[in-house]
């Protein structure tokens, strides 16, 4: 059973605007949350997180919000920089399951310039 | 450079053979967690340790699969008698214990001919 979702495969944004990517969350018991950006041939590298306790959490350009009720979290990205152009995965953790990361299947980002 | 670190970072080797991985985890992490990531899918958890005890092991990590961490530093991940189902990214990450945010390598990718 797929615990994390990612229903949007790929999204292409124009420079300078905002890039929203959703994920979605079925087990309750997850109380972290965290989305790593992936470059072919390469391992994950951790972008931002957040806390079940909070709704929101923001790192620069990068901002990311926690809606428990409808087990929805996003990840906003303002402005989009071609740099950006990556696969972003979101996933989530408890500490009762020793904290693995249960993965969403991933969005391809394109930034077009 | 303190990341986490994986060797070899690719892999070519024939069905039936023995192949082990390597990873060096961030040296003060306790917690060592090791990943597979296929095409088109996130990466999946397959077991982890904290210090040298293995705590977990996914239901995916068949009898073929062996892992160890002897002195709570480096792990080892062993398949014995490969097949070319286990073509796939072997992914290394660490953390402190208690610690939400696990840090990835950079991957060792693995075909099986």
């Known amino acids: 059973d797929q615990q994390v979702k990612q229903n949007s495969p790929s999204l292409s944004v124009q420079e300078g605007r905002i890039s929203i990517l959703n994920c979605d969350y079925t087990?309750?018991?997850?109380?972290?949350f965290l989305w790593y950006k992936k470059y072919p041939a390469e391992g994950p590298t951790f972008l931002i997180s957040?806390?079940?306790?909070?709704d929101k959490n923001e790192d620069g350009r990068f901002t990311v919000f926690l809606n428990k009720s409808a087990k929805h979290l996003s990840l906003h990205i303002v402005p989009s920089q071609p740099g950006d152009s990556a696969v972003y995965f979101c996933a989530a953790s408890a500490g009762f399951y020793g904290n693995k990361l249960v993965f969403g299947a991933g969005t391809i980002l394109r930034v077009k310039s | 450079d303190t990341g986490v670190s994986q060797n070899p970072r690719h892999k070519i080797t024939k069905r039936g053979q023995n192949v082990t991985f390597r990873c060096d985890p961030i040296?003060?992490?306790?917690?060592l967690y090791w990943y597979r990531q296929t095409l088109g899918q996130g990466p999946e958890f397959l077991t982890y340790?904290?210090?040298?005890?293995?705590?977990?092991k996914s239901r995916l990590l068949s009898d073929r699969f062996s892992a160890e961490r002897p002195k709570g530093s480096f792990s080892t991940l062993e398949i014995q008698r490969t097949e070319q189902g286990d073509s796939a990214m072997y992914l290394c990450?660490?953390?402190?214990?208690?610690?939400?945010?696990?840090?990835f390598g950079p991957g060792t990718r693995l075909l099986v001919l």
């Open positions: 340790f904290q210090n040298e005890a293995q705590l977990e």
């Open positions: 957040i806390s079940s306790i909070k």
């Open positions: 040296s003060e992490h306790n917690r």
């Open positions: 087990n309750s018991m997850f109380d972290y």
């Open positions: 990450a660490s953390s402190l214990m208690g610690g939400e945010t696990q840090y």
